[in-house]
């Protein structure tokens, strides 16, 4: 089988960034377990001095039972004994905090590192993505955008997005779409349509899933305002009016419905839609990162999900598939993969197992 581009777009993503995230992972590992090494030591030091502190104060108070004259020695001894052992357990203490707090600096690295790694691998997407959504909410008058992720191999991530990379969310109002927008809210005493104009309505939360936006635009005075529902196909929009707790549907007002302009209202979410994607293709956060449901970012057990995916049968026929060798640096191949492997520093030869048997 000759692996497609897609394919070794994958392999490569895979033993890339996914093989750095789960070193990172592993590098932690050890400096954590060094720690506690390294705490247990001092703890047994601290213990040890005591033990002979106090085997050689029962040896001395045994002497002097016999030696009267001996107890002003002991003393002596014991109080140099006791500056000695406790200068020595503070220089020696002093070197193994120094040493702890080196590793948990180089902790905070890898953590750092390894969940930056592990962010670019999944924005990405490596893998086929089952399902995609948008969530836009406003808190504290601050707008947060959140884009949600359902991979192959039971994972699921989510970011979150940079709102300053986009103008729009700078100035979030239905005007920064499009001007001079109004919608027919209702028909006064003469039958005149009386509209509503758009202008000074905020955008309040948005929901992108499918080929389906559904937003809602709010005055920040009067409380009132419209939500919309668009088929991104342009085939449909659905509008409601809030005003004083009372909703109308405008869509379902024959007279209302004839003189709304929908190009325009289409025009206007056609680019909303636009501003909130690009912005999953700029800098993001990976705030979640879920394999079968379980939290795994903030732990940083990239390890699971590594050996989820290398386990698949279709990774193994891909690498397979590939040649043992590759003169362009740029190209993968089953040397390249085992290169990588070893750069992991754990379980190097189970991985190789599994993926060459």
Known sequence: ????????????????YMVDAFSYEVDRDKKASEIERLTKCLESDKSSIESIKQELSSIMD????THNDFKSYEEKIIETVSSVTSQFFTKSSQDIFSRISEMNTAIEKDVKNGKEIIGKFFSLNPFT????????????????????LQFSYGIRCT??????????????????LYTGVKIPVGIDNSGNITYESLSSYRLESAYITGQTLK???????????????????????????????????????PDLKAHLDNDILMDSLDKLNKEIWELTEKSKEIISLKIDDEEVLSTMEFGKIFYRIIESNYIKSLIKSLPETDENPDNISKDFIRHRIHTI?????????????
Not at 62 to 65: G, L, R
Not at 345 to 357: A, H, P, Q, T
């Open 159 to 176: 970011f979150l997005l940079n709102t300053k990379d986009s103008e729009f969310m700078n100035n979030p109002y239905f005007s920064s």
């Open 1 to 16: 089988m000759e692996v497609d581009e897609n394919g070794l777009k994958e392999l490569k993503y895979i033993f890339s």
């Open 345 to 357: 520093g754990k379980d190097e030869e189970y991985i190789l197992s599994i993926l060459f048997g």
């Open 62 to 65: 045994n002497f002097a039972s």
């Open 215 to 253: 937003c809602t635009f709010k005055t920040e005075n009067s409380g009132n305002f419209f939500e919309f529902a668009y088929d991104l196909n342009r085939s449909a929009i659905g509008i409601s009016y809030t005003i004083n707790n009372n909703t109308l549907n405008i869509v379902d007002e």
């Open 129 to 148: 993505i089952l399902n995609s959504n948008i969530e836009l909410l406003v808190n504290n008058g601050a707008i947060e955008i959140k884009q949600f």
